[in-house]
Each structure stands twice: as C-alpha cells, then as structure tokens.
C-alpha cells in the first residue's frame, strides 16, 4: 500500500492560503466593532481616522450620568451632537444651546447642535443620555448652529419589504457643514434597508463620490439584525456581521447592504460619512446584480408602518412619491436637495 503524501508545493499554497484565510476574518473583524470594543473613557465607542485606517471620518458615542459633563475638543474636525436618549446643553463659542433631545432613536427625531473645527464645547445633562457625536476632519470653519428636530426631513425610501425612513438631518444640500454627512436610518422589523446594496469609494464626477462610512447600530427591543460588506475589488471589503445595540460597522470601500432587521425588532442606524472630495456630495453606484429591484417598487405600497414617526402618521417627504424618491440618472435615489443619494 502506497501512503498519500503531500508534496511540498502543495503544502506551501496550502499555507499561503490558511495565511490569507486568518488575514481576511482579522480584516472582516476589524471592520465589525461589537459594543463595548472601541470604548475610551467617557465614551461607549470612539472610532477616529486614525482607529478606522482612513483620513477623515469619526463616530463616538458619550455617555452621561445625571448632571454630567464633558468638555470636547474638536481640533481639526467638524462635530454633530446628536442625542441618541435624553437631552443636553452645549456652551461653545460663547452661545448657549438646549438640546431636548429624545427619549430614544425610534421615539423621533432630535434637535442637534454643530459645532466647528478649533473650538471647545462643553456638553452637560442634569437627567444624563447617550449623545452621539459625529465628526469629520475638515479645512473651512463654520459657525456653530442649532437644528431644529421639527425641520429635519423624513424621509420615505424603497417599498414593501424594502421601505424604510430617513431622517436627513445632515444630508448633503439638507444642512450645511464642510465635509461631513449624517443621516438616520430606521427599518422596521423583517425589511430589508441599504438595499439594493451600492458603493462610494471611487471618484467619477456626477456618478459616485469617494466616501468613507460608518454605521452604529441600535435594534429596537434587543435582540439582532445583520449587514453585509461585499467586496468592490480584489482584497477589499468583505463582512457579513450580526450586529446588536451598540454595534459598529466600518466601511472604506466595498458594496454594502443589505441592513437586514429581525421579525418583530425595528433596526436603526446612524451613516457617518466623509471623503476627500472636492464637493460634499452623496453619490452612489448600485451593484450591478442587484440594481433592478428599484424597477419593481413602483408597483408596491411603502410599508404602511412607516413612518414610524414624524408630524403626520404616513406623511411623505416633499415631492416624493410614496414609493420612494425619485431616481438620478444613475438609478440612485435623489436626495432633497436634488443631489443623488445612497439607497439607505
């Protein structure tokens, strides 16, 4: 009987590919920060360039207790202060504001207040909450300013099983800020959202902008949802992550979606995005397998539970059609203003 033996080539591609197998579930890891895995001091999570590999995008989450406070210290980004639960006060650049924020994401939309590169901000809560703040590096220095939660768009994209709510609060053309964009996202259970999926990590003029996104995730209830990162070139982006409460999602290059929320437990993320671009703009390209499921939502109703809030119990978004906006020349869904936009 002759014994099977491998031969030394076939051991060493064997190797090779082990080595790249273990390199790519690190890189799909990195990419996934489960809750709790990016804390530093007083924040639940603190993601910044540096942390992400990348040059301008930055995501942390504060937390406070009752009668709390924080100073933050922008440098040489631009910051959103978002209130994920509660409420608080911002004192910068010697102007005083209130947020009364909410009691969670999916109880509504919230006030929120920017604040510019170089400045300081001391954020207080006398009832304590869970703030998010949204960052990117940036060159112009805006003034800082207060959004009013009434004047944020909500928006209705997608139909049936794909529908889902936007609320614009820092979209492109929505708000002005230098480099970043922030929207939330919130799907209701058993939708499918970031669908069909896209990418954004190249540069063609009028077609899709360079951008480097960040989703945290909350699931309404407990429990789980999933998302999915495929990749848009050789060595890219690839995971496919059971995200929970408090979870994050690193994206610089790759097709992503869908976001996908369990039975019975709404999903909410929040998309923060930068890039290198000339102009803030949110452009996108479908992937191409997947792209004709935009052409079956003029047939379907949006899901009769959106919104799941807003002024009006189904009311629409200016303009829009309650199948969802309407498409750019590259079958991407426009935004408010116009401008081409992500199928969030």
């Given amino acids: 009987m002759t014994a099977n033996r491998t031969e030394p080539a076939d051991q060493e591609s064997q190797a090779v590919q082990e080595s790249q197998a273990v390199q790519k579930s690190q890189e799909s890891h990195d990419r996934h920060i489960p809750a709790g895995s990016a804390a530093a001091g007083p924040y639940a999570l603190d993601i910044d360039p540096e942390r992400a590999g990348w040059s301008h995008s930055a995501l942390r989450v504060l937390e406070l207790p009752p009668g709390g406070a924080h100073t933050l210290t922008t440098g040489d980004s631009e910051w959103i202060v978002l209130p994920l639960t509660g409420g608080c006060t911002v004192h910068t650049e010697g102007e005083f504001f209130e947020l009364l924020g909410r009691e969670s994401v999916f109880s509504g939309a919230t006030d929120f207040v920017y604040v510019p590169r170089d400045a300081h901000a001391q954020i207080a809560s006398g009832a304590g909450g869970r703030f998010a703040l949204a960052g990117a590096k940036c060159e112009r220095r805006l003034p800082a300013r207060y959004g009013p939660a009434p004047e944020v768009p909500v928006e209705l994209r997608g139909a049936g099983n794909c529908s889902r ?41 009028g077609i899709e902008a360079e951008l480097e996104e960040i989703y945290y995730f909350e699931i309404d209830g407990g429990g789980l949802g999933y998302h999915r990162v495929s990749p848009s070139r050789p060595g890219g982006t690839d995971v496919l992550a059971e995200v929970r409460t408090g979870d994050t999602v690193l994206i610089p290059d790759g097709w992503h979606g869908p976001s996908i929320a369990s039975p019975g437990r ?33 047939g379907l109703a949006v899901d009769p539970r959106l919104p799941l809030y807003g002024p009006e119990k189904g009311a629409r978004g200016p303009g829009k059609d309650a199948r969802g906006p309407e498409k750019g020349p590259n079958g991407a869904e426009e935004g408010p203003d116009g401008a081409e936009e992500g199928p969030r």
């Fill in 165 to 205: 709510q936007v609320n614009n609060f820092a979209a492109a053309g929505v708000f002005d800020c230098d480099r970043l964009i922030a929207v939330e996202v919130l799907t209701p259970g058993g939708n499918w959202s970031s669908y069909p999926p896209h990418k954004h990590d190249e540069h063609h003029p």
């Fill in 266 to 298: 709404d999903m909410y993320y929040l998309n923060v995005m930068a890039g290198p671009g000339e102009s803030r703009e949110w452009l996108i390209r479908d992937h191409p397998d997947h792209g004709w499921i935009r052409d079956t939502w003029p």
